[in-house]
């Protein structure tokens, strides 16, 4: 299964808040989007099923085909090659 935003936002070291869930700024402070759409189909994309795609935009799981990211090394890499933070941020 390809690399979420959310598992993105984890290994940038975001971390639950009391109740267990992961607030907006986890992601906002990131470099991440709390809300996307689909770049194939326009589907409302939240962290945990947004994602990011070799194209730059976010994809659905019906979506991202082979276009996403196996593992955070092949995240950071393609990201690094273009001269971008690991969040996706120049």
Not at 11 to 35: E, N
Request: charged share 15%; hydrophobic share 30%.
């Amino acid at each position: 299964m390809p690399l979420t935003n959310h598992d993105v936002a984890v290994k940038l070291g975001a971390q639950p808040d009391a109740s267990g869930g992961y607030p907006g700024s986890a992601y906002i402070s990131r470099g991440l989007p709390v809300l996307g759409g689909c770049e194939g189909c326009g589907a409302t994309l939240a962290p945990y099923n947004a994602y990011p795609s070799v194209s730059g935009y976010l994809r659905c799981s019906d979506c991202i085909g082979d276009t996403g990211f196996d593992s955070w090394d092949e995240y950071a890499d393609h990201y690094a090659n273009l001269g971008m933070t690991e969040g996706g941020a120049p």
